[in-house]
């Protein structure tokens, strides 16, 4: 059955072994072309979305369609089959391999040698980092480029969708920036993304659509631009207000 979204989870309960549900009736979904982003507070389960779209862990209840395909039942290996790729949170390169061996190990799955060729000119041209250091040993690149190389890993399958979980994590400002201007690259290079993002504000200037997560759901979804200057939202979960709506100070 043909969908309008790639990627639809849909009122979906999980949680960890006998512990309550962290997942309570959840519903996201993510159309083609788009970056969507999932904020909000520490615990809220926004990793937790990931792992259960990537196969990691079963939800208790719930469904989860690719391109209208239920994949609901499906483990790691079917999930990235399906078109479903997980750069996980924290660094995951192998630091004594090189810039293309890890990335290789992307397209561990892939048989034809003329489409793992492909791949590996899409991906160098799309991270130009990765083409320079190419032979280079992954472990002596800064952790911004380590990022790099794990979305150019994370390509190789050709995924529909790419699960990124706080791709900005303990990075400085500059490789932060870069990250985000590498997810804005990837879409537009025709890959969606779903990203999971403690910093709020500028995940939901880099996304086309947001989810503000709290307790396990959708507490309010929409175009990221709106939520990013909703004055409610901005003082809840982003820090302050939104500059426009700030209150003059006593010096204006
Ligand atoms: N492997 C696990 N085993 C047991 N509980 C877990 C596990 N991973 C996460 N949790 C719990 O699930 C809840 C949600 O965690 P999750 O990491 O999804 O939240 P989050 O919104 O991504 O938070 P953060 O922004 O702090 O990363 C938390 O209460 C956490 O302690």
Redesign the pocket.
Known sequence: MASEYLLELDDIEA???R?AL??RGLTVKVPPGTVVC?V????????????VASGM?KPRAGTIRVCGEDVTSHGPQKMLAAGLSHVL?GHSVFKEMSVEENVMLGAYTVKDKAEIADRVAFVKELFPVVAERWKALAGALSGGQQKQVEFARSLMVSPRVVLL??PSMGLDPKATETVFQQVVRMRDAGTAVLL?E?NARRALETADLGCV?DL?RVHISGPANDLLHDPQLAELYLGGRPKAAAAPTPSD
């Open positions: 949680g960890y072994g512990a962290v997942l999932l909000g507070p520490n615990g809220a389960g926004k990793s937790t979305v990931l792992k862990l949170q979980d706080e999971v403690q997560l396990g």
